[in-house]
């Protein structure tokens, strides 16, 4: 009896560290998507690229295909964080990360001496040990996805450690209403979902507190000179970048009045040196020794120029202070 030839069907391999990529933007639906660029992981633990796309209508760009819940764990382990802390020193020497934190701290001084503040995404704690000097009588609590913050605690940084998001199921919950202040310094790039992010940081908030967040901008424009090796795109790790634009009509329709929205004083002047040592990383061992000198005159550059830099396009940052609704 004739048989029909079986049609073979032609399937996608399946990859545990990412999710089905989606055809719409998660902001706001449009599937008017276009994709910026294909970037590898910088410390090669994994092979192959991840695809940035961007959503032509409201500015929103996007991992896709998305990591997974496991694809997420697999970049905060232990080994994984202990090597990009090294690359970033690279890039950001302690005392220029300690300056700027003390420098944020110094503007948001200018807000009502709060009782408790909760710094989300806070990693070893740095900022809340820089703003203790402005904020002396003020509790700190630090919350982050990595054993950092339990380091942070045993060293007396924050007097509370808090592992997770506050999306983690019980999170918000437990800390209802708990703080004056909630901080979230540019960890809403690595959020699963950043609009749930806002709103469990608004359940923590008590009415009338202030939630400061600040992130990189995505139409910066040295995010379009230098492509790939702009380092705020942050390859595996940040899911999303979302326009100032965008999280601030967010956070107004969630009932929160924006009382700043400072791109001067959030840009981080490291575009230039990030850049190469990021392209040094992918190179011949000949090349990287050749980028050292190189790079030191690019970081020159990128401080130099900052003054001027953060009142243009070129700013890569954007930090809001809202508060919330007393009702």
Not at 141 to 166: F, I, K, M, N, S
Not at 286 to 298: D, I
Not at 300 to 305: I, V
Request: proline share 9%; with cysteine; charged share 25%.
């Amino acid at each position: 009896m004739p048989t029909t030839p079986l049609t073979p069907q032609i399937t996608t391999p399946f990859d545990p560290f990412l999710e089905p990529r989606r055809a719409d933007c998660p902001w706001c639906g449009s599937r008017r998507l276009r994709t910026r660029l294909h970037a590898p992981d910088p410390l090669r633990h994994r092979a192959g690229t991840f695809a940035v796309d961007a959503c032509r209508d409201c500015g929103h760009v996007f991992q896709n295909p998305r990591l997974t819940a496991e694809g997420l764990a697999f970049f905060h382990r232990d080994f994984y964080e202990r090597q990009l802390e090294e690359f970033t020193d690279r890039v950001r020497t302690a005392r220029a990360v300690r300056r700027r934190h003390r420098a944020a701290a110094r503007r948001l001084s200018a807000l009502r001496e709060p009782e408790s503040w909760l710094d989300v995404g806070t990693g070893h704690a740095r900022f809340p040990e820089a703003a203790k000097e402005f904020f002396p009588y003020t509790s700190f609590d630090g919350l982050d996805p990595t054993a950092r913050v339990e380091q942070a605690l045993l060293e007396g940084r924050v007097e509370e450690a808090h592992r997770g998001y506050l999306t983690t199921p019980g999170t918000a919950a437990r800390l209802r209403a708990r703080y004056d202040v909630v901080s979230m310094f540019h960890h809403l790039a690595h959020a699963p979902d950043p609009r749930a992010e806002l709103r469990a940081a608004l359940t923590v908030l008590r009415p009338g507190g202030h939630l400061v967040v600040e992130v990189p901008d995505p139409r910066c424009a040295f995010a379009r000179l230098l492509g790939r090796w702009w380092l705020p795109y942050g390859q595996p790790r940040h899911l999303h970048l979302v326009p100032p634009a965008n999280l601030r009509a967010e956070l107004e329709r969630l009932g929160c009045t924006v009382l700043v929205t400072d791109r001067a004083d959030a840009h981080v002047p490291c575009d230039l040196s990030a850049a190469l040592t990021l392209a040094a990383l992918h190179a011949h061992p000949v090349f990287r020794l050749a980028a050292a000198p190189v790079t030191a005159l690019a970081s020159a550059a990128d401080h130099a120029l900052a003054p001027l830099l953060r009142h243009t396009p070129f700013s890569n940052a954007c930090r809001i202070v809202a508060r919330k609704a007393v009702r």
